[in-house]
Structure formats: structure tokens, C-alpha cells
Antibody, heavy 119, light 107 residues
Framework: EVQLVQSGAEVKKPGESLRISCKTS????????INWVRQMPGKGLEWMGT????????NYSPSFRGHVTISTDKSISTAYLQWSSLKASDTAVYYC????????????WGQGTMVTVSS | DIQMTQSPSSLSASVGDRVTFTCRAS??????LNWYQQKPGKAPQLLIS???RLQSGVPSRFSGSGSGTDFTLTISSLQPEDFVSYYC?????????FGQGTKLEIK
């Protein structure tokens, strides 16, 4: 069974760093890209970026490039999304989702990680 | 970036109704158009990929069509569990972009 299990909710202060995770199972990790999608409270879905775990190639949305970093650890089939300096506007639910290629639909999703940034 | 425009943003309908949502791309995206359903507090779920390919396990009352810039998602006979939100997404080019969503409400 394919599963993407994300780390739990986080409460942080502005300026703090954070890394959230997406642990996958039930398929060959290096055969599928991992995407990250943001959903701000009461709003729609925004694609943040993607990584090919086979070679760690990344592609970021211009809206998020330079503010977040996407990475993977193939040894434990896990993808990460990290911030070095959070802002209050980063408050959102973050989803990981897999796709077979960079042009394919996102067929399995994690359950989401709620990140709250507040002073 | 390719802009995706969904209409309507909300729709009121009754159980048993047939409804159609529209998604328009700002430029041609061939058939690289996907539809997702999102229930409150849950992750989106893929309904249809490549404009018209129904995902395994998705009820046959859902169907998609279109190519180029204009796409539709049709639900042939609404069930109570269908009154949630729907998003289109293009994966023709990056940044992948989603429509703003359509919220389906019970009349």
C-alpha cells in the first residue's frame, strides 16, 4: 500500500527555522517525484516545488524559490521541506504528493502538516 | 506562468443533479489537466488525470473532457458526499498551477 506520512503540526516564531518531513512507503522511492503544495487558511492550493529523488534534481516555483529548500534522504525514503527563517505568512497546511514524472498528476498525497508561525 | 481559471467559484445544487465545472488555461496545455476533490480538513484526492482518465476507485459518475485551453468536470448524479471542493491543475509546465477551486454546496 502506497503511503506518504507527514510529520506533525508545528508552532514556531518568526525567524525560526523548521524542517518538516514526508515518509513514503509501499513503492520505489526513486521512481516518483515528490511535490510540495501549500494551502493557506481558507485558500486554494499552490505548488511550491518538486524533487526527483533519483538524482535530487529540484524545481521551485518562482514564488517560493529562495525561501524554502526541498531535499530527500533516499536511505529512509523520506522527503523534506525546510525553512531557514519563517514568516507569519508561512502559516499554512503543507502537503507532499508524489507524481511519476514532472508532467504527471499527483496520485498520492500525504495527510498534510499544519505550520503556525506566530510571535 | 500558466493561469488556471475555474468557474464558477461556488455552485449550489441538489442531490441527483448533473453539474459541470469549467477550467480554462491561459495558454494551450494539451491534455495536461488534472482534477482533484478536497474534503474539509483532508488532503486533495486525484479524480481525473490527463483531462479524461478516471482514477481507479473513483465513481463513474465523474467524467472529464477537453483539450488545449478549455476543460470540464462533470458529475452526472450528485451524491451527498460530493458537496465539497474541486480543483483543476495543469502539469504541462512548471510552475504547475491550480485553479482557485469550485465549492459545491447543497441547495
Amino acid at each position: 500500500e502506497v503511503q506518504l506520512v507527514q510529520s506533525g503540526a508545528e508552532v514556531k516564531k518568526p525567524g525560526e527555522s523548521l524542517r518538516i518531513s514526508c515518509k513514503t512507503s509501499g513503492y520505489s522511492f526513486t521512481n516518483y517525484w515528490i511535490n510540495w503544495v501549500r494551502q493557506m487558511p481558507g485558500k486554494g492550493l499552490e505548488w511550491m516545488g518538486t524533487i526527483d529523488p533519483s538524482d535530487s534534481y529540484t524545481n521551485y516555483s518562482p514564488s517560493f524559490r529562495g525561501h524554502v529548500t526541498i531535499s530527500t534522504d533516499k536511505s529512509i525514503s523520506t522527503a523534506y521541506l525546510q525553512w531557514s527563517s519563517l514568516k507569519a505568512s508561512d502559516t499554512a497546511v503543507y502537503y507532499c504528493a508524489r507524481a511519476h514524472t514532472s508532467s504527471d498528476a499527483f496520485d498520492f498525497w500525504g495527510q498534510g502538516t499544519m505550520v503556525t508561525v506566530s510571535s | 506562468d500558466i493561469q488556471m481559471t475555474q468557474s464558477p467559484s461556488s455552485l449550489s445544487a441538489s442531490v441527483g443533479d448533473r453539474v459541470t465545472f469549467t477550467c480554462r488555461a491561459s495558454q494551450s496545455i494539451n491534455i495536461y489537466l488534472n482534477w482533484y476533490q478536497q474534503k474539509p480538513g483532508k488532503a486533495p484526492q486525484l479524480l481525473i488525470s490527463a483531462a479524461s482518465r478516471l482514477q481507479s476507485g473513483v465513481p463513474s459518475r465523474f467524467s472529464g473532457s477537453g483539450s488545449g485551453t478549455d476543460f470540464t468536470l462533470t458529475i452526472s448524479s450528485l451524491q451527498p458526499e460530493d458537496f465539497v471542493s474541486y480543483y483543476c491543475q495543469q502539469t504541462y509546465s512548471t510552475p504547475n498551477t491550480f485553479g482557485q477551486g469550485t465549492k459545491l454546496e447543497i441547495k
